[in-house]
């Protein structure tokens, strides 16, 4: 998931797909100039994070996926912790405890919980069904949203109707057993754990800087994420020299191209375009995993997978839109 889903909230900045930041929101968009570098990173955005859920497909043929994701997220932290400590100095990485303690949290949520458990369970879905039912995660902000006292409006809870019809259709394949009931469950956990570490970013006191969040974010979830690898006994039997080049080219792909370039194109939007705009993402996303997968992996794509994710783009387009206008 890169992964990795949306917060479509008004009060904070959507949550990427990908390595996930605790940004701040984007100031209105009546000040923003939509300009070429603006589509371009938008493009990168949508094609970068909705290729992701392909390069895990291919990522976790030969390498356990905890240790694979762990492995990745502590990378990419690291080198992205070196690229804030060079640009801005090293007194940008520091932070309170309090704040530090915020970002560990967020990033247990978001990564080992949120990330992870799509990794896990990629090992049975295909990326396209994976990708789609990753895209309720807007529902379930809703829902949290309104629990904690907020009113979204009728427009968002229209859109959370919908999602949540399309999920009931995405699931079929795991209720006729056509696909492990298991591996969808494990989807829409970690959707909702992305979907509470999203909303506790935007209420807990973080790191200023988004890119310190996010460093601290993806190492704290890289190591819990490396330990859970250890704790199921992934590293018994493994052999490096048995990892295909593929997997190793997905590994690649995702900590570098899908890790680095996508995060640093989305926090670079969210200072230079309408937030609502920034937002589309999440409908785009989907759209592009599946026919990533359909084309390189020749993935089925069955009516409930068209008829389901149909559905829950249709209520997650409903959702930011009802955002858009508030």
């Known amino acids: 998931m890169t992964s990795p889903a949306v917060d479509p909230a008004p009060e904070t900045s959507p949550a990427p797909t990908g390595p996930a930041a605790a940004a701040p929101a984007a100031p209105g968009p009546a000040r923003r100039r939509i300009t070429g570098a603006v589509w371009l990173a938008l493009g990168i955005v949508y094609i970068v994070w909705g290729s992701t859920y392909l390069g895990i497909r291919i990522v976790v043929e030969t390498i356990p996926p905890f240790l694979s994701s762990g492995a990745r997220f502590i990378a990419a932290g690291l080198i992205l912790t070196a690229i804030v400590a060079w640009r801005r100095g090293p007194s940008a990485l520091k ?73 009931g259709v995405l699931t079929l394949p795991g209720l006729s057993g056509t ?39 993806m190492i704290a979830g890289g190591i819990a994420g490396l330990g859970i690898g250890l704790l199921r006994g992934e590293h018994h039997g493994l052999d490096l020299g048995a990892i295909s080049g ?26 230079a375009a309408p937030l609502s705009l920034v937002a589309t993402y999440a409908y785009v996303n989907p759209i592009v995993a599946v026919f990533l997968g359909a084309l390189v992996l020749n993935e089925a794509l069955t009516w409930p997978i068209v008829l389901g994710g149909a559905i829950v783009v249709a209520g997650v387009c409903l959702i930011v839109s009802t955002e858009r206008r508030r």
């Open 179 to 217: 696909v492990k009931l298991s591996g969808i469950l494990l989807v829409i956990t970690a959707a909702l754990l992305w979907s509470l570490g999203s909303v506790a970013s935007s209420r807990l006191p973080m790191p200023a800087d988004p890119f310190t969040a996010s460093a601290y974010e």
């Open 246 to 271: 593929r997997s190793w080219a997905g590994l690649a792909y995702l900590l570098l191209v899908g890790s680095l370039v996508g995060f640093t194109a989305y926090v670079w939007l969210l200072q």
């Open 95 to 167: 932070v309170d405890r309090r704040r530090l303690g915020s970002a560990v949290l967020v990033g247990l949520l978001l990564i080992p919980g949120g990330n992870g458990l799509v990794v896990l369970a990629e090992t049975s879905l295909s990326s396209g069904l994976a990708a789609l039912l990753i895209a309720v995660v807007p529902v379930w902000v809703v829902l949290l949203r309104t629990l904690l006292g907020e009113r979204p409006g009728l427009g968002a809870f229209g859109g959370v109707l919908l999602g949540l019809a399309g999920l």
